[in-house]
Structures are given as C-alpha cells and as structure tokens.
C-alpha cells in the first residue's frame, strides 16, 4: 500500500469517527433542543456570545487582572519592607516623625506605631478577592513577619499591622495602590454593552421572522382547505417569493 492509499484510508476513518460523534451528540442533545424556528434563531445567537464574553472574562480575570494586582501589591509591600528596614537601622526621633513623613509624602502610606501585643483575631473575608489572595503572599515572601489585614473595614483603604520587635507597625495604604479597581469597570462596560446589542439583535431578530412564522400559518391554512384572507406577504424578499 502507498503512502497516498494510507493516507486517504486514515481521512475516511477520521471522516467516519467525526460523522459518528456528530450523530452521537445530535441524539443527546436532540430532546434539549427548541423545536421552534425563534427558540433556535435566539440560541444560534445568544449562545456564541455568551461563550465568548466567558472566556474573555476568564483570560482577563487570570491574566490581566491577577497580574495587575500581584504587581501592585508587591510594589506596597515592598514600600513597607523599605520602611521597615529604615526603622531598624537609622535611629529614630520620639514620635517617628520623620519616618512618617516620608511615608506619607514619598510613598503615600500613613504609617503609626501601636505598643508589643497580640494580633487582633482574622476579620471576614470577602468570598472572592484577589486583594485577600494576593496580598498575604507578599507579605510573606518580602517580610516574613507575624502581619494582620483588613480589606473590608474601610472601603477605600486596607490596614496592614506587622509585628516587630518592640512595635507593631500600622499601615493603611489606599485600596487602588495594591488592587486593579479599574478591571471590574472592564468587565461591566462589557457585560453592559454585550447585553445591549444583544437586545437590539433579538428585536431585529423577532421582526424578521415573524412574516416567516405568518407565512407557515397561512401554509398550514391552505393545506387545510382554509383561506388566510388577513395573511399579506412581508418582510425579506426571500419571504415574499415563497408567498406568491
């Protein structure tokens, strides 16, 4: 046997596998399916749209958005970890006036030291965040010190308490500084817009088909023996050729 006989006997055998597989999912999916020619225009069009804002919502939430914030929120910590290390190395005045200052002005943070003590108990989380999910891991992998967080209490800020040797350092850093707020407002343009089109196509949609299902019913009349004397043909060319 040649190459080009071997060749052709695989085509067939694929031909035949993907013919039967076709087959196959058309009978499971043949009890679920509308029988009506809206349901099934409706599908056809609603269906590619919804798998396709999925999945570019699901590359976005991983790729961009997750990306996003993990840089930010190492960029904060690492600010903190700077801080850090010039509160155990320069000698500070009485009220660490100066290293709160340059938090504040240089790096936009508002620093304050509370006295050596426990850690308050884990605040409620919100179910999904990648602030929550993000923000610990930094503050492990750059400090890696006892820390507490909060990014629930205030909207627009998250309170950070490490644990130091003589202190326990407070932080609140603005919420858009460690999180890519701008990513949900992504996602609701494009939800909100995909909804509106949508909209439009089924009015257009329902305005095309309706002389279609007119044009059936006066059939099934005639077929009967009956007259549709109210029936007029419209809409597409296509339809009104059938009419006539």
């Not at 958005?65 to 903190?80: E, K, M, P, Q």
């Not at 995909?194 to 309706?210: C, G, H």
Request: glycine content about 6%.
């Amino acid at each position: 046997m040649s190459t080009l006989d071997s060749g052709l006997t695989l085509i067939r055998t694929a031909a035949v596998r993907v013919s039967a597989a076709n087959g196959w999912m058309g009978n499971a999916f043949k009890g679920w399916m509308p029988t009506g020619l809206y349901a099934r225009a409706l599908l056809i069009m609603i269906v590619p749209m919804v798998v396709l804002q999925s999945v570019v919502a699901f590359v976005f939430m991983e790729r961009h958005w997750n990306t996003v914030t993990r840089h930010l929120s190492a960029a904060v910590v690492a600010d903190i970890a700077g801080l850090i290390d010039v509160y155990k190395t320069y000698p500070q005045d009485k009220d660490h006036a100066q290293l709160r200052r340059i938090a504040q002005q240089r790096l936009g943070l508002v620093v304050d030291f509370l006295p050596v003590g426990n850690m308050p108990p884990p605040g409620p989380k919100p179910f999904f965040s990648l602030l929550d999910q993000t923000l610990p891991v930094q503050l492990v992998r750059q400090i890696g010190r006892p820390f507490w967080i909060d990014t629930v209490g205030r909207s627009n800020l998250v309170e950070i308490r490490i644990q130091l040797d003589d202190a326990v350092m407070q932080i609140f850093a603005q919420r858009s500084a460690a999180y890519a707020s701008n990513s949900a407002i992504f996602l609701f343009w494009m939800v909100g817009t995909s909804s509106i089109l949508l909209i439009v196509a089924v009015l257009f949609l329902r305005n095309q088909i309706r002389p279609i299902l007119r044009l059936a019913d006066a059939a099934e009349s005639f077929g009967k023996g009956r007259e549709a004397p109210n029936f007029r043909p419209r809409g597409a060319r296509e339809v009104r050729r059938a009419a006539q």
